[in-house]
Each structure stands twice: as structure tokens, then as C-alpha cells.
């Protein structure tokens, strides 16, 4: 029972690393970069969800402030850095996605604070299935998740310009000569990647306190996810969130609170050696 | 004063040193090494928990060394299999792991509460000329690290980690095994790490995990590519920028008034973050770097 109580705890943290692990998969897939300020898109989408949460008093319009006030600010890195070294080596385009995290990190901690700030929901009582505790802010957040989800796995796979993006993906130059053009994906891209990020902030700032570090230290796990996934493959990535999440949860009584992310770091490797194409991904030669 | 430059003299050439086993990691072989703070943070613990024990300190910068070296061996030997990228989430999440160890090994660490009173450097003879002393180690020390780097990069071997780092198939196609070269100077890169870190304990003579978070790594990173990548005129240069941009802002601080510490550590992360993307965009190949190649 007590295992199952952890189970139903990490579905909510899986989401939140699946939704990140998305974002990151996508600009893999598609930029062909490891984006290390996913992190720090989180850590915004969290606390534009607290100045639209503080200023209306809803959850929905708390989601809503984080996906566009992200999508935009992933949107303008793209355009102000990304964009411009888009012919370069990946080690630049790395360093510079560490520099834009660095930059949002500080603006924020300026901004905000260094204090800790959480969200004032209200307090609810648990709904209790045979014994199992489920709290309605989580199904709440579940909710919020799944939505996010459909809203982009219909974009990826019902929309011509998810089409088109997954075309870039799947083969890029060979989508340039089908006449799909770069911009308009990018641009896309861009858009979801940030507003998945800041939907995953949100529902981390939700469950635990914001503070401009907090998104950073979900990085590891949302890249374990990814790379568990197989980089490119949108479902893997949430999928393998939600077994990271699980994981992590069943794993406390063993290992210790602090070790959950340590743990992540040995799945990482476990991966990275034995099936470097993760579970959903297609063969991409020599990692 | 003079107090004050010395002190600032052994820290800037305590990232010298940690600038230089980047340099042979990044600068010559192209591995993107983003857990250089786990290596420094090995050294440093090593090196205190050591002293503690009444182990003279030669023999603890040493262990320093090694031990940083020997950690890096299992990273080096899972990076055979990796694409540069991968390399670094590795190498970043490896760093992490190291803090969480010592955040929550508390028996051998003392987990967050730190080492306090790490014994120094020379501490018989006493103030200044105890400081003095510390400094003109290092300065031996980093000294030979110049040199022994000077003396890899124009050798074969040198050259041969230069051609892993410009074209890995083609190494690959002359015979040459580029992961084995990769691991030995992961290795080595990580020992200079090790030997900054044991450094750094010995001064600042109070360790704790908090010193160690990735920060310090793109630090190191902001000096080399400032500086000039593959260069160890770089690696000087761009360490002594660093330092005047780290104690700049302290100074910064006291001036302005309003002010509050954590904001100005804040605005330190703004200013490493901007740098490094102005300087990737505008200047890849830094102050130092050769002004003939874009």
C-alpha cells in the first residue's frame, strides 16, 4: 500500500519531468542542440504563472500567463541567439543556451527575489481510494498536463506545420528540398518548446516552492528522460518522464531524498551504454 | 594591500590552473568537459580530509591529484561511446552527482555544515610571509602546469589529440584509437583540477558543498573562451580577466549602495551568461585567439 501511495506521488513529478524532457526533445530533434536552459524556461514559466496566479486567482490563467510568457521568451532566445548560430558547432550552441539560462537566472533573481515563493492554493482534503491518498490539487495538475499534452501532440501530428516539423526532424535537408520552410519551423518549435517548459515550471512551482534555481536542478532528470525516451520521439519523452518520476519516488525509501537525482544520473548512463537509442528512438548512428 | 593582491594573486592562479586542464580537454582534444567544478570539488575534499588525518600536506595534494584522476577514468571510459553533446550532459550530471555525495555523505563530509579549519600551507611560518610562500607555490606549481602543457600540445601526442579534436574519423582512419588519447587526457585535465581544488582548501581553509555547484565550471569556461580556446596564453589571460570581473563586482558592491549581496551574485550569473554568449556569437576564438580565422 505504502508503494502504491509512492506510485500515485510520482506520476505528478513524472509529468513534470516528462513535460520537460518534451521540450528538450523537440530542440534535439529538430535543432539538433541539448537546450541547458530548459531548466531556466521552467524556472520563468514558474513565476509568470505566480504574477498571472497573484494577479487573477486562477490556475487556468496562471497555466496560460506561463505557456505564452515562456513560448515567447524561448522564442526571442531563438531569434536573438539560436538562430544566429545555427551554422555553428553544437559546443556553441551549448555554451550559449548554459549563457541565456545564466541570463534568465539573474533577471529573475533581480526580479523576484531570492526568497522562497509558493503558490497560495487552497488546502483541500485528500479524495482516499482503497487506502490511497489522492489529492485534488494533483488531479488537478494531471489535468492541466494532459491538456498540454493533447494540446501538442495534436499541433505535432494533426497540423501541417507539425507535420512539417517532424519532417525537419526526421531528416532535415531532405525536408529543405521538399520545400518546408526552416523559419516557420523553427519559429514553431521555439514556441512549443518554451510554453511545454513553462507549463512543466508552473506545475513544479506548484508542487514545491519557486525560487530562480529550482527549474536548473530539474535539468538532469528532464535530460534522463529524454535520452530513456530516445531523443526526437515526443511520446518516449513523456513516457520515460513518468517512469523517471515513478522511479524516483519508489527509490526514496531506499536511497535517501537526496540521491533521487543521482539516480537519475545512473539511468543516464545505464542508457547511454546499453540502449543509446532509448526506448522509442530510431537508430541515429554513433552517439 | 599587499595582503589583498597576494590573496587575489592565489585565487586567479587557482583558476589559471583549473583553465589549463580545460584547455587540454577543450582547448586541444575538443572534449566539452561541463564537470570541471566535480574534479576541483574531488581535490578539495581529498586533499582537507587527509590533512585531517595528520597526513602531510605533499602527500595530500598529490592523493588530490590522483584521486581526481582516477574518478575521471570511468567517465572517460563511458565517453568512448559518446557523441560530444552527450559528453557533456554526462560530464555536467557527473558534477552534480559529486555535490550530492558530499551534500549527504555526512559521516565523511560533514554534508552541508562544511570542513571548517582545513590546516594551511606553510602555517609555522606565519602571516604574510606564510601567504607569501603559498603564493610562490602555486606560481611553481601553475608554472609547471604551463609547461608541462606547452610541452603535450607540440609533441605527438599533441598533435594527435589536435587532429581528434579537427577530425575524429580521420584519426580513426589512420589507425590511431581516439578514446583511448580522450581518457588520458580526461585524466590528466582532471588531475590539474584536482591539484587547483586541494589548492583552493588549503587557502580558503573552509570547505563546503555549496563552493562546488556548476557555477565555478563555466567560470572556467568564461576564461578560456574569453581568453582564447586552445591557447595556454589563453587560459592566463582569460583566468586574470575573470578574476578582475569576480573581485570587480565585490567591489561593485560596496560602492553602490541598495545593493544587497545575493543581487549582486545574481547580477554575477547575468554578467557570465551574457559574456558567454556575446563572446560565442561575436569572438569564438577569443582575446588571444588567432585574429586570422573567423
Known amino acids: ?287 | 594591500m599587499e595582503a589583498y593582491l597576494v590573496a587575489i594573486g592565489i585565487i586567479a592562479l587557482i583558476y589559471v590552473i583549473l583553465s589549463l586542464g580545460l584547455t587540454l580537454q577543450y582547448g586541444l582534444t575538443g572534449l566539452i568537459n561541463f564537470g570541471h567544478v566535480g574534479f576541483f570539488a574531488i581535490g578539495a575534499y581529498t586533499s582537507a580530509l587527509l590533512a585531517f588525518q595528520g597526513v602531510p600536506l605533499v602527500l595530500c595534494f598529490a592523493a588530490a591529484a590522483v584521486l581526481a584522476g582516477i574518478a575521471a577514468w570511468p567517465i572517460g571510459l563511458v565517453s568512448l561511446r559518446l557523441r560530444d553533446d552527450y559528453f557533456a550532459i554526462v560530464t555536467l550530471g557527473f558534477s552534480e552527482v559529486v555535490r550530492i555525495v558530499i551534500t549527504s555523505e555526512k559521516w565523511l563530509t560533514s554534508g552541508v555544515q562544511g570542513l571548517p579549519g582545513v590546516p594551511r600551507l606553510y602555517e609555522e611560518l606565519g602571516g604574510f610571509t606564510a601567504q607569501l610562500a603559498v603564493f610562490a607555490t602555486i606560481l611553481a606549481v601553475t608554472l609547471l602546469g604551463i609547461w608541462m602543457i606547452r610541452r603535450i600540445a607540440g609533441s605527438p601526442f599533441g598533435r594527435l589529440i589536435e587532429a581528434i579534436r579537427d577530425n575524429e574519423e580521420a584519426v580513426q582512419a589512420l589507425g590511431k584509437d581516439p578514446a583511448r588519447f580522450k581518457i588520458q587526457v580526461l585524466v590528466v585535465g582532471a588531475a590539474f583540477a584536482g591539484i587547483a581544488g586541494a589548492f583552493y582548501a588549503h587557502y580558503i581553509t573552509y570547505i563546503v558543498p555549496d563552493q562546488f555547484i556548476p557555477l565555478v565550471t563555466f567560470y572556467v569556461w568564461m576564461a578560456i573562451i574569453m581568453g582564447g580556446v586552445g591557447r595556454v596564453s589563453g587560459a592566463v589571460v582569460g583566468s586574470a580577466i575573470l578574476m578582475l570581473f569576480l573581485e570587480g563586482s565585490r567591489f561593485l558592491r560596496d560602492v553602490l549602495p541598495g545593493v544587497s549581496e545575493v543581487d549582486m551574485a545574481s547580477v554575477r550569473i547575468g554578467a557570465v551568461g551574457f559574456l558567454l554568449i556575446l563572446f560565442i556569437m561575436y569572438r569564438p576564438q577569443g582575446l588571444m585567439g588567432d585574429y586570422t580565422k573567423r
Do not use: C
Open chain 1, 1 to 287: 500500500m505504502f508503494y502504491a501511495q509512492l506510485l500515485v506521488n510520482g506520476i505528478v513529478q513524472g509529468l513534470v519531468i516528462g513535460l520537460a524532457a518534451l521540450s528538450i526533445t523537440l530542440v534535439f530533434g529538430i535543432a539538433r542542440f541539448p537546450n541547458a536552459a530548459t531548466g531556466d524556461f521552467m524556472t520563468f514559466g514558474a513565476f509568470s504563472a505566480l504574477t498571472a496566479h497573484q494577479a487573477t486567482g486562477s490556475i487556468l490563467f496562471g497555466g496560460l500567463g506561463a505557456i505564452v510568457a515562456t513560448g515567447l521568451v524561448s522564442l526571442l532566445a531563438y531569434w536573438a541567439v539560436f538562430r544566429r548560430l545555427a551554422d555553428r558547432s553544437v559546443v556553441a550552441l551549448l555554451v550559449a543556451s548554459i549563457g541565456i539560462g545564466f541570463l534568465l537566472r539573474a533577471v529573475l533573481g533581480v526580479v523576484f527575489g531570492h526568497g522562497q515563493q509558493v503558490f497560495q492554493v487552497p488546502l483541500t482534503r485528500p479524495y482516499v481510494f482503497n487506502g490511497i491518498r489522492v489529492m485534488p490539487l494533483d488531479l488537478q495538475l494531471a489535468a492541466v498536463a494532459a491538456l498540454a499534452l493533447a494540446l501538442v501532440f495534436s499541433l505535432l501530428y494533426l497540423t501541417p506545420i507539425g507535420r512539417q516539423m517532424r519532417a525537419v526532424a526526421d531528416n532535415r535537408d531532405l525536408a529543405r528540398v521538399s520545400g518546408i520552410r526552416p523559419g516557420r519551423v523553427m519559429v514553431a518549435l521555439w514556441l512549443v518548446a518554451g510554453g511545454v517548459a513553462g507549463v512543466a515550471g508552473m506545475m513544479l512551482g506548484i508542487k514545491t516552492i519557486v525560487t530562480p534555481e529550482f527549474g536548473w536542478e530539474m535539468l538532469l532528470p528532464a535530460f534522463t528522460a529524454a535520452i530513456l525516451g530516445g531523443i526526437g520521439s515526443p511520446v518516449g519523452a513523456v513516457a520515460a518522464g513518468l517512469i523517471l518520476g515513478v522511479a524516483q519516488e519508489l527509490s526514496t525509501p531506499f536511497v535517501g531524498f537526496t540521491y533521487k537525482i543521482a539516480l537519475a544520473f545512473i539511468i543516464m548512463l545505464a542508457v547511454l551504454l546499453l540502449r543509446p537509442r532509448g526506448l522509442f528512438g530510431q537508430l541515429e548512428g554513433a552517439r
